[in-house]
Each structure stands twice: as structure tokens, then as C-alpha cells.
């Protein structure tokens, strides 16, 4: 059963994109399962830099078969500026699929988060404004219009017209500008002409094709602890990034996956409001958010920074049954004279043993250091384990020690080639 599931390990952009790059060599089909444009994807091949939020990170190589699935949330103004983008560049997008059940972002969408948003006062949740939990909302309400509506022309445009009318009188309750009706009706007319030939039935597409031994790589956004149950609630995505989520998101059954991918950096950060046990407000943040570029490739907001979090990991290995973890950005602790690695929590002076269940108590854990000598060089050259300096091998012997699966994939550098891979 050759599938790979790759979800991110932290809080997103743990550099995700540029290991399904390198996985996708071995794969036909990259499958995007959850999410909608919340997500930045960034792959560097020969300095050219491609930041992704729809299409399937796999879309670089030729023999990949791009495809949107049944569990992600489709915006088609940021879908279409993306293939236009790509195309623009030489990249096709001739054999992207969109599953018909993907359901639909429209402007009252991203109109409901940002009065979501401003209604929470100082307790924002920090969102992309994308639309994506009034999208996710409407789905689980069940009046969301999905990719297939639109193979009905008529009925669709009369859908949205009722959709946006009953939305104009929600926003301007809310004290929010109304849409103007006919532009929306008439842009989404043309939008789903264009996507109407993309149209897909993702379920079949991708069960036929395991039934001929292809090899399908399922793309997580997001991450573990955006997971909306497992993550920090409330400050969380809307969808399930967790492997889980793989399989509904998908329609691929739990028996279909036999190799599951947790990425994190070597460090952690976040985006956005929520609790964050390693969190540094020091110099040290500051410079991996200097040295590692931390600014959002959506909303280029800075990241919030901190040291890499073993409990955070052991419970994603649970959460997802994790096979291997890629660990990516060790180049970006090269200047450190010393590294911190939290390997427990302490809650009122007691140890944890268990990953706390609700945000207000991870707020207050004490996180446990071990530390590590930096290793004064840089990595960005490395491309064996065995060519490591020894700090930093004993940096990646703590990880695996303290969290329970192997590291298969070492990250030194941005560019597509700039890795180290090992079998155990
Ligand atoms: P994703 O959302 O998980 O795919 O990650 P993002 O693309 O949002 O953020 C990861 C950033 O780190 C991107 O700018 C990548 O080009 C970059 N990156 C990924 N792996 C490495 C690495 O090993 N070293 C360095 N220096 N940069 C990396
Ligand atoms: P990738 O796939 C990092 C965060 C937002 C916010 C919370 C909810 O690139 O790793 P949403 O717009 O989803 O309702 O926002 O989730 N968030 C991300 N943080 N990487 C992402 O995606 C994210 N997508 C959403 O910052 O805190
Ligand atoms: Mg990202």
C-alpha cells in the first residue's frame, strides 16, 4: 500500500512543501486532503522560489498528478491566480483534479472571519482572514456549495445569488459592508466555468489508482496542534490536519497508509495567538526569527519563536501515528553557543506525563531543558549524517531518543537539494 501521509509535527510551516518535494519523486499522485489558502507553501528549486496555497506542492515535477481533495476548502479566485502564476513560469497545471465534494470559499466567508475576528476583541485567534472556519462552518451546517454545484450552471448561479442575499443581511447586522450581490453572482459564474473542467471524482481517482500500485503522497497543511480537536483550542485552524483527517480528507481508508511523515523544524514557532510553553521573548527569538526568516508566506506576519518542544512531538507521534520524522532548518541553530531542547513539561511543580488537554494548562506548564552545545559551523554544505559536527549529531540522538521515532530527513538549507536523508 504505497501511501505516504506528510503533516506538519508544530504549529505549521515546519517546511512541509519542501519535503513533499523531495518526496514526490517517488510519487504519482500529491494529494492535498485539508485546508484551504491558510496555507503557504514554499519550495526553492535553483533560487526560484514558488509559494503555493491550493495546488499540491508535488506540482514541480512532470510526472506528478496534482489533486485537490474532497476535505480542502476551495477559494477559485486564489486557485486560478496560482495556476496562472505557475503556468506563467513554465510549470503545467494541465492534470490538476479537483474533487467534486470539495466545498467552496466565497467572499461572505472571508466577510465572516474578519467580523469574527474584530467581535473577539483582544482575544483574536490571529486567522488568516481567508475564510476558512466560516467555509469549514457552512460545511458542517450543511449549506456550503461544493466543486460539483458548479456543473449546473443555472442552479449554481441561482444558489449563490440566495447564498449572498441571506449573507448581505448577516454582515450588515453585523455592522459589516454588504456585498454587491450581481458582481459576486456574475464573477462566480465565470470562475466555475473555468473550474468546471477540473472537476473530479478525487474518491475514484485515487482508489483506482492504488489498485495499479501507483504511489500516492498525501500533502497535510497546517499542523498537529492547529488540528481542530487536538490542537490548541480555540486557537486552532478549522479542519484536521492529522493524519486522521488524512483519510477523511482524502477518502483513503487507514489500512491504505503504511508510511506517516511528521515534520518539524528544529526549532518551533507559531502564527497567530495561543499558548506556547518554549516560547522565547529574548534575543534568541529574535534571532531565529532573523536567521530562519520567520515571517508568514500568506500574511508575511512575524512568527512568534521559540526552542524545539519533545512533548509537543511525542504527542503528535501518538496523535498521528508518526513512522519517521524530517527534521528541517538545523542550519538556522548554527550560530548558537548553546541549544535548548525541551524534553518535559512541569505543571504547579509536578511533572507531566501526559500532553495537557486544555490550552489554559499548557499556558502554564514550565517547560524542562536539556541543552546542547552549538556546533560554531555552518551545516548548509552537510549531506551525510556521519559529516556532522558531533553536537550536532547529539542534537538529533536527544530528538529521536526523547521522542520515539527515527529522524529520516535532516534539512540544512532552503534549496530543494539542500537535505540529508538515512535509512536507520
Ligand atoms: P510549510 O508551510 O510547512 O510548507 O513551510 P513554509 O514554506 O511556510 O515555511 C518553511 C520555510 O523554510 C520556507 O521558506 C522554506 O523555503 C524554508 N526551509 C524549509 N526547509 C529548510 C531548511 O532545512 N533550512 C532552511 N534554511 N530553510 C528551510
Ligand atoms: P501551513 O500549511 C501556520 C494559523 C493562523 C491562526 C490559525 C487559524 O503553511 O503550515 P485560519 O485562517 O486557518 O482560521 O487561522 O491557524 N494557520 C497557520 N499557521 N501555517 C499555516 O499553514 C497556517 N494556516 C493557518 O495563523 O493562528
Ligand atoms: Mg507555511
Given at each position: 500500500?504505497?501511501?505516504?501521509?506528510?503533516?506538519?509535527?508544530?504549529?505549521?510551516?515546519e517546511?512541509?512543501?519542501k519535503?513533499?518535494?523531495?518526496?514526490?519523486?517517488?510519487?504519482t499522485?500529491?494529494?492535498?486532503?485539508?485546508?484551504?489558502?491558510?496555507?503557504?507553501?514554499?519550495?526553492?528549486?535553483?533560487?526560484e522560489?514558488?509559494?503555493?496555497?491550493?495546488?499540491?506542492?508535488?506540482?514541480?515535477?512532470?510526472?506528478?498528478?496534482?489533486?485537490?481533495a474532497?476535505?480542502?476548502?476551495?477559494?477559485?479566485?486564489?486557485?486560478?491566480?496560482?495556476?496562472?502564476?505557475l503556468?506563467?513560469?513554465?510549470?503545467?497545471?494541465?492534470?490538476?483534479?479537483v474533487?467534486?465534494r470539495a466545498?467552496?470559499?466565497?467572499p461572505?466567508?472571508?466577510?465572516?472571519?474578519?467580523?469574527?475576528?474584530?467581535?473577539?476583541?483582544?482575544?483574536?485567534?490571529g486567522?488568516?482572514?481567508?475564510?476558512?472556519?466560516?467555509?469549514?462552518?457552512?460545511?458542517?451546517?450543511?449549506v456550503?456549495?461544493?466543486?460539483g454545484d458548479v456543473?449546473?450552471?443555472?442552479r449554481?448561479?441561482?444558489?449563490?445569488r440566495?447564498?449572498a442575499?441571506?449573507e448581505n443581511?448577516?454582515?450588515?447586522q453585523?455592522?459589516?459592508?454588504?456585498?454587491?450581490?450581481?458582481?459576486?453572482?456574475?464573477?462566480?459564474?465565470?470562475?466555475?466555468?473555468?473550474v468546471?473542467?477540473?472537476?473530479t471524482d478525487?474518491?475514484?481517482?485515487?482508489h483506482?489508482?492504488?489498485?495499479?500500485?501507483?504511489?500516492?503522497?498525501?500533502?497535510?497543511?497546517?499542523?498537529?496542534?492547529?488540528?481542530?480537536?487536538h490542537?490548541?483550542?480555540?486557537?486552532?485552524?478549522?479542519?484536521?490536519?492529522t493524519?486522521?483527517?488524512?483519510?477523511?480528507?482524502?477518502?483513503?481508508?487507514?489500512?491504505?497508509?503504511?508510511r506517516?511523515?511528521?515534520?518539524?523544524?528544529?526549532?518551533?514557532?507559531?502564527?497567530?495567538?495561543?499558548?506556547?510553553?518554549?516560547?522565547l521573548l529574548?534575543?534568541?527569538?529574535?534571532?531565529?526569527?532573523?536567521v530562519g526568516?520567520?515571517?508568514?508566506?500568506?500574511?508575511?506576519?512575524?512568527?512568534?519563536?521559540?526552542?524545539?518542544?519533545?512533548?509537543?512531538?511525542?504527542?503528535?507521534?501518538r496523535?498521528n501515528?508518526?513512522?519517521?520524522?524530517?527534521?528541517?532548518?538545523?542550519?538556522i541553530?548554527?550560530?548558537?553557543?548553546?541549544?535548548?531542547?525541551?524534553?518535559?513539561?512541569?505543571?504547579n511543580?509536578?511533572?507531566?506525563?501526559?500532553?495537557?488537554?486544555r490550552?489554559?494548562?499548557i499556558?502554564?506548564v514550565?517547560?524542562i531543558?536539556?541543552?546542547?552545545?552549538?556546533?560554531?559551523?555552518?551545516?548548509?554544505?552537510?549531506?551525510?549524517?556521519?559529516?556532522?559536527?558531533?553536537?550536532a549529531?547529539?542534537?538529533l540522538e536527544?530528538?529521536?531518543?526523547?521522542?520515539?521515532?527515527?529522524?529520516k530527513v535532516?534539512?540544512v538549507?532552503?534549496?530543494?537539494?539542500?537535505?540529508?536523508?538515512?535509512?536507520?
Amino acid at each position: 500500500m504505497p501511501v505516504t501521509v506528510v503533516v506538519g509535527a508544530q504549529w505549521g510551516d515546519e517546511g512541509k512543501a519542501k519535503v513533499i518535494d523531495l518526496l514526490s519523486k517517488e510519487h504519482t499522485y500529491v494529494v492535498r486532503y485539508q485546508g484551504g489558502h491558510n496555507a503557504g507553501h514554499t519550495v526553492v528549486v535553483d533560487g526560484e522560489k514558488y509559494a503555493l496555497q491550493l495546488v499540491p506542492s508535488g506540482i514541480l515535477y512532470n510526472h506528478v498528478i496534482p489533486v485537490i481533495a474532497n476535505g480542502v476548502v476551495v477559494d477559485l479566485p486564489t486557485l486560478f491566480s496560482e495556476i496562472d502564476m505557475l503556468e506563467s513560469r513554465g510549470i503545467s497545471c494541465s492534470e490538476l483534479k479537483v474533487s467534486s465534494r470539495a466545498h467552496l470559499i466565497f467572499p461572505w466567508h472571508q466577510a465572516h472571519d474578519a467580523i469574527a475576528e474584530a467581535m473577539r476583541g483582544d482575544d483574536k485567534i490571529g486567522t488568516t482572514l481567508k475564510g476558512i472556519g466560516p467555509a469549514y462552518a457552512d460545511k458542517a451546517r450543511r449549506v456550503g456549495l461544493r466543486v460539483g454545484d458548479v456543473l449546473d450552471p443555472q442552479r449554481f448561479s441561482a444558489l449563490v445569488r440566495e447564498r449572498a442575499v441571506a449573507e448581505n443581511t448577516l454582515i450588515e447586522q453585523a455592522g459589516g459592508e454588504a456585498l454587491n450581490v450581481d458582481e459576486v453572482v456574475s464573477r462566480f459564474d465565470q470562475l466555475a466555468a473555468r473550474v468546471a473542467p477540473l472537476v473530479t471524482d478525487t474518491v475514484g481517482l485515487l482508489h483506482s489508482a492504488l489498485a495499479t500500485e501507483a504511489h500516492v503522497l498525501l500533502e497535510g497543511a497546517q499542523a498537529t496542534f492547529l488540528d481542530l480537536d487536538h490542537g490548541t483550542y480555540p486557537y486552532v485552524t478549522s479542519s484536521n490536519p492529522t493524519a486522521g483527517g488524512a483519510c477523511v480528507g482524502s477518502g483513503l481508508g487507514p489500512r491504505d497508509i503504511d508510511r506517516i511523515v511528521g515534520i518539524t523544524k528544529a526549532y518551533t514557532t507559531r502564527v497567530g495567538a495561543g499558548p506556547f510553553p518554549t516560547e522565547l521573548l529574548d534575543d534568541d527569538g529574535d534571532t531565529l526569527i532573523d536567521v530562519g526568516k520567520e515571517y508568514g508566506t500568506v500574511t508575511g506576519r512575524r512568527r512568534r519563536a521559540g526552542w524545539l518542544d519533545c512533548v509537543m512531538l511525542r504527542q503528535a507521534v501518538r496523535l498521528n501515528s508518526l513512522t519517521e520524522l524530517a527534521l528541517t532548518k538545523l542550519d538556522i541553530l548554527d550560530g548558537f553557543e548553546s541549544i535548548k531542547i525541551c524534553t518535559g513539561y512541569r505543571l504547579n511543580g509536578q511533572l507531566l506525563t501526559d500532553y495537557p488537554d486544555r490550552s489554559d494548562l499548557i499556558a502554564d506548564v514550565e517547560p524542562i531543558y536539556e541543552t546542547v552545545a552549538g556546533w560554531g559551523c555552518s551545516l548548509s554544505e552537510k549531506r551525510e549524517r556521519s559529516d556532522l559536527p558531533s553536537q550536532a549529531s547529539e542534537f538529533l540522538e536527544i530528538v529521536e531518543r526523547e521522542v520515539g521515532v527515527p529522524v529520516k530527513v535532516v534539512g540544512v538549507g532552503a534549496e530543494r537539494d539542500d537535505y540529508l536523508v538515512w535509512a536507520t
